[in-house]
């Protein structure tokens, strides 16, 4: 019921764009951080972007300068834009984020929540 839903992901060639969404299920009140990570096959999960509440957004030296993150409140809805995407950016990318929402009483719940991720393939 309380979700992460996660679109834009898909078949890309080199130097192209995608956006990501990660939408949430509920109103979003206030959100403390969101993040993207990413894996690729025999990889370890990576950090790609973080932004936390009063600090600069977090960018992996690999992604800096063409992936930037944001967010529309009134969507609740967080994006990662991807751009001159390389082949190396291949992979399931997933989104992670703190926020607060309105119970059915009125008060502030934290929810920590992921979304189901979504796979990104650049071809050369």
């Known amino acids: 019921q309380v979700q992460l839903v996660q679109s834009g992901g898909g078949l890309v060639e080199a130097g192209g764009s995608l956006r990501l969404s990660c939408r949430a299920s509920?109103?979003?009140?206030?959100?403390?951080?969101m993040a993207w990570y990413r894996q690729a096959p025999g990889k370890q999960r990576e950090l790609v972007a973080r932004?936390?509440?009063?600090?600069?957004?977090f960018y992996a030296d690999s992604v800096k300068g063409r992936f930037s993150l944001s967010s529309n409140n009134a969507k609740d809805t967080v994006y990662l834009q991807m751009d001159n995407l390389k082949p190396e950016d291949k992979g399931d990318y997933y989104c992670?984020?703190?926020?607060?929402?309105?119970?059915?009483?009125?008060?502030?719940?934290?929810?920590?929540?992921w979304g189901q991720g979504t796979q990104v393939t650049v071809s050369s």
């Open positions: 932004s936390r509440s009063g600090e600069n957004t």
């Open positions: 992670n984020t703190n926020f607060v929402a309105h119970s059915t009483t009125g008060r502030g719940v934290t929810f920590d929540l």
């Open positions: 509920m109103s979003i009140m206030r959100i403390n951080f």
